[in-house]
């Protein structure tokens, strides 16, 4: 697959490793780079950085060559790249759906704690603004987790 590239285009990225503000400077060229900074040689930089070579790097600074992409590199299929992002979907009948017997088995599978906060949620639905709930009708019991 080959890489879109405006003219072949590169660009020079500094990467200063001891400063914590304004870490990464971009030139459009070696000559600019070595210009601003004199202690930095063009030759030894430009042997470094000729294609297909490593970039340069000492204990304060790395110096490479990059590309200029000017448009949109090719979509990649999913399947090159080993990751998928799959649907699950159970299509079936309204009528022949059953899903009494699987909500009954996740909500087993739920703790009690995430029962009551479901059960608190659908009561608090079903209650309008400012109403309260009716506590005739319900028995206090204490939840061992």
């Known amino acids: ?3 879109p590239v405006s003219n072949n285009r590169r660009v020079i990225v500094v990467y200063w490793k001891n400063q ?4 990464f400077e971009v030139f459009s060229n070696l000559k ?3 210009l601003s900074y004199p202690e930095y040689n063009y030759n030894t930089l430009n042997n470094y950085l000729s294609k297909g070579k490593v970039p340069f790097e000492n204990k304060d600074v790395r110096v490479e060559r990059k590309n200029v992409f000017s448009q949109p590199k090719q979509a990649v299929s999913l399947a090159h790249t080993g990751r998928m992002i799959v649907p699950v979907v159970r299509k079936v ?3 022949d759906a059953n899903d009494t017997s699987r909500d009954w088995e996740y909500w087993l ?3 009690p704690s995430k029962r009551l906060e479901a ?3 659908i009561i608090a639905q079903s209650l309008g603004k400012n109403a309260r709930l009716d506590k005739t ?3 206090r019991k204490i939840l061992k987790s």
Do not use: G, I, R
């Open 32 to 34: 600019n780079f070595c």
């Open 119 to 121: 059960l608190t949620f």
């Open 1 to 3: 697959m080959s890489t």
């Open 20 to 23: 914590a503000e304004c870490p």
């Open 137 to 139: 009708a319900v028995s």
């Open 109 to 111: 599978n739920q703790s």
């Open 93 to 95: 009948a309204l009528k």
